[in-house]
């Protein structure tokens, strides 16, 4: 199980950090995402970190913005997210699975309910 939280609303310019607790299934071996998803569009991908949380990947649109962490002690992983755009705003979702790192939704096995982030301008 996976369970989203801190989204709510914000101005643009501000910070922003989403938590994602795991339970129920071997966290510090799972390669763990992030991905959004806004009004009438499709689910995309926002970041991406290793087991080990020693490789990350983002999509070009967070780049420099947005930073995915994880604490395997604590079964959690974050996203930073800094200078936030009304464009980011979206349900955010974590998902997990094995490896390799994927940007692709459908790889993911495991999914939280979501939080959602609004960016008013």
């Known amino acids: 199980q996976l369970v989203e939280s801190g989204g709510r609303l914000v101005q643009a310019g501000d910070s922003l950090r989403l938590s994602c607790v795991a339970s129920?299934?071997?966290?510090?071996?799972?390669?763990m995402g992030w991905f959004r998803q806004a009004p009438g569009k499709e689910r995309e991908f926002v970041a991406a970190?290793?087991?080990?949380?020693?490789?990350?990947v983002y999509a070009n649109s967070v780049k420099g913005r947005f930073t995915i962490s994880r604490e395997n002690a604590e079964t959690t992983v974050y996203l930073q997210m800094n200078s936030l755009k009304p464009e980011d705003t979206a349900v955010y979702y974590c998902?997990?699975?094995?490896?390799?790192?994927?940007?692709?939704?459908?790889?993911?096995?495991?999914w939280g309910q979501g939080t959602l982030v609004t960016v008013s301008s």
């Open positions: 998902g997990a699975k094995v490896l390799p790192i994927s940007t692709r939704p459908r790889d993911y096995d495991y």
């Open positions: 129920g299934l071997p966290f510090s071996t799972f390669v």
């Open positions: 970190i290793s087991w080990r949380g020693d490789n990350a």
